[in-house]
């Protein structure tokens, strides 16, 4: 089964400072994509990225950057944490190489911003 | 803006019972479509996942596709506690484009 896994379960960072949250997979999958949850909007594509150095825009990018070096680590980073962006986020991945083009989760990341 | 809307419930059915979960869709060019499960704090999990129009089966589990009605629909049959859940329906508009999410619905089977 492919494996997604985000590095941390649950943080907790201050007002202001730089957050990186990194997600791995472990099956060559070409693509890899950030989300966030909140209760009543769902969730919401914040950048995706089709393959190694390649990321695109989501539907909510403001307040975040994205890295992809190698094939199988996506970082999301948050430039200047704020409350707002407290949340739940999700990293997922899938190829586009077999007939069944679901996305696979990780475990996420739920981040509170004090 | 493409969107997909489901009920967001509480959907609730007694142990046993056939539960029927429900999601349209505005963009008659979507191709791909999926069932997601997610438990309380965890992330969503792939349960089905439908291409072609009309019924497909995995166990307790069938999803429905109507693409003239731009309809999709999930059928989980002899409910269990264990089935309680949020459901997700989520579709890709285009082969490399991106999953869009419906808000969900919250499905308790009552022992």
């Known amino acids: 089964d492919v494996k997604v896994t985000q590095s941390s379960r649950y943080l907790v960072k201050r007002t202001g400072e730089k957050v990186f949250l990194e997600c791995v997979q472990d099956m060559d999958h070409e693509n890899m994509f950030w989300y966030r949850q909140d209760p009543g909007l769902g969730l919401r594509l914040i950048y995706f990225s089709y393959d190694v150095k390649m990321k695109e825009k989501g539907d909510i990018p403001e307040g975040y950057s994205v890295s992809r070096e190698k094939k199988e680590r996506f970082s999301l980073i948050l430039e200047s944490a704020s409350t707002n962006q407290t949340s739940m986020y999700l990293c997922?991945?899938?190829?586009?190489?077999?007939?069944?083009?679901?996305?696979?989760f990780g475990s996420g990341t739920r981040l509170t911003v004090v | 803006q493409k969107e997909v809307e489901q009920n967001s419930g509480p959907l609730s059915v007694p142990e046993g019972a056939i539960a029927s979960l429900n999601c349209t869709y505005s963009?008659?060019?979507?191709?791909?479509f999926f069932w997601y499960r997610q438990y309380s704090g965890k992330s969503p999990e792939l349960i089905m996942s439908i291409y072609s129009n009309g019924d497909k089966e995995d166990g307790r589990f069938t999803a429905q596709l109507n693409k003239a009605s731009q309809y999709v629909s999930l059928l989980i049959r002899d409910s269990q506690p264990s089935d309680s859940a949020t459901y997700l329906c989520a579709v890709i508009y285009n082969q490399g484009g991106k999953l869009i999410f419906g808000q969900g619905t919250e499905l308790s089977v009552k022992p």
């Open positions: 997922a991945s899938r190829t586009i190489r077999t007939g069944d083009r679901g996305y696979t």
């Open positions: 963009d008659r060019g979507s191709q791909s």
